[in-house]
């Protein structure tokens, strides 16, 4: 069983839906980030959470917003989107922000825009 | 900008022999880690071996080893005895020193192991 939980695991929506998707983990982290992974790409970081800061990569657009209401839950809330916006959306943690360098991956969620 | 090239989109290996994948990256830092991270089918990414810059001697993990070229900027990864559960997605991961777990990774190797 992962200590890094996400849902849904399969996301079908269309341009003009709201949708979120959600990130748990169970492993005391006090850091969590999402990674974008497209196909033929390499993973993108979107957002980094810790006690201590908030990072975003200034690429991802404003119709993704994180929101990390505490240390053990991550949320990416989805509006508006594009077809090139279908990728596999990881989660992931670490104890600390400024650690050994290990994350510890969710299973993801594969969104696909109509 | 710190870019990490993986330039092996598949490798496949037969079952109990050696397999190395090979990573190149760029960088003007002289303080930073290396890592390789594995993706298998069931998609949960999970760390197989870190390297610090700044040892000289190269990183070993059970069947997973790694070379480690400094000046060239290269760091391959070596699978001995090869097993069907090997079989995944392999990702070279780049971090600077100071830059918390904000990773660069590579484009990742698809490595297939044959019984």
């Known amino acids: 069983e992962t200590g890094v939980t996400q849902t849904p695991r399969h996301l079908v929506m269309g341009m003009t839906n709201k949708k979120s998707l959600k990130c748990e983990q169970h492993?005391?982290?006090?850091?969590m980030y999402w990674y974008k992974q497209s196909a033929k790409k390499p993973l993108e970081l979107m957002f980094v959470y810790s006690l201590e800061e908030r990072v975003e990569n200034n690429s991802v657009p404003s119709r993704f917003s994180p929101e990390c209401p505490n240390s053990s839950h991550l949320f990416l809330h989805l509006h508006t989107l594009q077809p090139e916006d279908s990728a596999l959306y990881l989660c992931a943690s670490s104890p600390t922000p400024r650690g050994t360098g290990e994350l510890f991956f969710g299973e993801g969620s594969r969104l696909t825009v109509l | 900008a710190q870019t990490v090239t993986q330039s092996q989109p598949e490798m496949s290996v037969q079952e109990a022999e050696t397999v190395t994948l090979s990573c190149t990256y760029d960088?003007?830092?002289?303080?930073?880690?290396l890592f390789w991270y594995k993706q298998p089918p069931s998609r949960q990414m999970i760390l197989v071996i870190r390297?610090?810059?700044?040892?000289?001697q190269n990183a070993t993990e059970n069947r997973f080893s790694v070379n480690f070229q400094k000046a060239a900027k290269s760091f391959s990864l070596k699978i001995s005895d090869s097993q069907l559960g090997d079989a995944a997605m392999y990702f070279c991961a780049y971090r600077r020193n100071n830059a918390g777990n904000m990773l660069t990774f590579g484009g990742g190797t698809r490595l297939m192991v044959k019984p």
């Open positions: 960088t003007s830092e002289s303080d930073y880690y």
């Open positions: 390297q610090e810059a700044y040892k000289q």
């Open positions: 492993l005391g982290h006090n850091a």
